[in-house]
T-cell receptor, first 113, second 115 residues
Framework: DAGVTQSPTHLIKTRGQQVTLRCSPK?????VSWYQQALGQGPQFIFQ???????QRGNFPDRFSGHQFPNYSSELNVNALLLGDSALYLC????????????FGQGTRLTVV | AQTVTQSQPEMSVQEAETVTLSCTYD???????LFWYKQPPSRQMILVIR??????QNATENRFSVNFQKAAKSFSLKISDSQLGDAAMYFC????????????FGTGTSLTVIP
């Protein structure tokens, strides 16, 4: 089992550009959540996808959007990038209803210049 | 929103010794779960230990144990017989089915293990 895989591992973008990050959940998991971890901080919840729909959203602007595909994989899109969007983006997968189990990927390090 | 506080930005421990990392949280929920995650330089969050709020017995996983004080809303992690591989950032986290199952994380404690 490959666990949760994220791509790419590192990314450098210019202010104003758009970026897409990808996540494949652990086998058997159907729920994907995205978190933003700024340097020196704990992860902050962006949103959660289940059954291809956004089920819950944290305090992030509409520039942050996502998608979940039928195979449960997910994408995080960020439009009009700001310097402050530079962070580690973590994907977590779980099974619906299994609150005690969640696995994280290794994250995508996004740098906006 | 629930808040999780880790008041120790950095801690250090001698190899083979014991260290305790502190965590407090604020919630009005009665049904919730608490977690300690380890984040090494590889960046992947690794579950260390979890505690269900309805359980009075403190969770234990090998060298890792917690002191869960529900009334005080305190959830500390004790690492016994510290090893060099324990060096990492440690995050305390809260999760509740009544708040959509999202994790609320603290700001982390950086643990250094001294040989």
């Amino acid at each position: 089992d490959a666990g949760v895989t994220q791509s790419p591992t590192h990314l450098i973008k210019t202010r104003g550009q758009q970026v897409t990050l990808r996540c494949s959940p652990k086998s058997g998991h159907d729920t994907v959540s995205w978190y933003q971890q700024a340097l020196g901080q704990g992860p902050q919840f962006i949103f959660q996808y289940y059954e291809e729909e956004e089920r819950q959203r944290g305090n992030f602007p509409d520039r942050f959007s996502g998608h979940q595909f039928p195979n449960y994989s997910s994408e995080l899109n960020v439009n009009a990038l700001l310097l402050g969007d530079s962070a580690l983006y973590l994907c977590a997968s779980s099974r619906a209803g299994w609150i005690t189990e969640a696995f994280f990927g290794q994250g995508t390090r996004l740098t906006v210049v | 929103a629930q808040t999780v506080t880790q008041s120790q930005p950095e801690m250090s421990v001698q190899e083979a010794e014991t260290v305790t990392l502190s965590c407090t949280y604020d919630t009005s929920e009665s049904d919730y779960y608490l977690f300690w995650y380890k984040q090494p330089p590889s960046r992947q969050m690794i579950l260390v230990i979890r505690q269900e709020a309805y359980k009075q017995q403190n969770a234990t996983e090998n060298r890792f144990s917690v002191n869960f004080q529900k009334a005080a809303k305190s959830f500390s992690l004790k690492i016994s017989d510290s090893q060099l591989g324990d060096a990492a950032m440690y995050f305390c986290a809260y999760r509740s089915p009544n708040t959509g199952n999202q994790f609320y994380f603290g700001t982390g404690t950086s643990l250094t293990v001294i040989p």
